[in-house]
């Protein structure tokens, strides 16, 4: 008697793939754009910027993935930044681009969409508001909201940051 096996291509095939990823903070040139970058790099978990990739089934043309992203609109600018850090909210905007391929590091799968994730993801930002307050409405909040839309997965931010042991 022999046993079925499925690989992961024949259970998921025609799911869009859902990914949260991680960047450095992009800050203004000089020493808050050198501060930015060795905290990431010593994976100081609340200071980068999450957004969400989607690897649509099959991919599009030129491209493997889409990257999804909330922001302030003017990210570099100084009195943007100091608006930010008091509290204040910003203009922000939601961003859209195409990736060649998935980042290598700091990126982390997710779950599956049973729907056109792009399409929902379209529709999410459609409702999403615009103003950006740091730690009430940012990057994190919009990361979380956007991979529950897709996957129904809730707080995925907390649950990579306890499974991966990043630091606070």
Known sequence: MSS????KSTVTRGKDEVYVAAVALRATRGP??????????????DLQHFMVIIKPSPPPLHSQAIVFDFQPKDPEN??????????????????TRMLKKLPRSRCWFVGYSEEDAVDKAYKFNNTWEADLRVGFHDCRDYTNGLVEHLT??????????????DQS
């Open 152 to 165: 129904g997965e809730k707080l995925v931010l907390e649950h990579l940051r306890r499974t991966t042991g």
């Open 4 to 7: 079925l096996s499925f690989t």
């Open 32 to 45: 808050a754009q050198l501060f930015m970058s060795a905290a990431y790099s010593l994976n100081l978990w």
């Open 78 to 95: 100084i009195y943007t930044a100091l608006a930010a850090i008091s509290g204040r909210a910003v203009p922000g905007v939601v961003l």
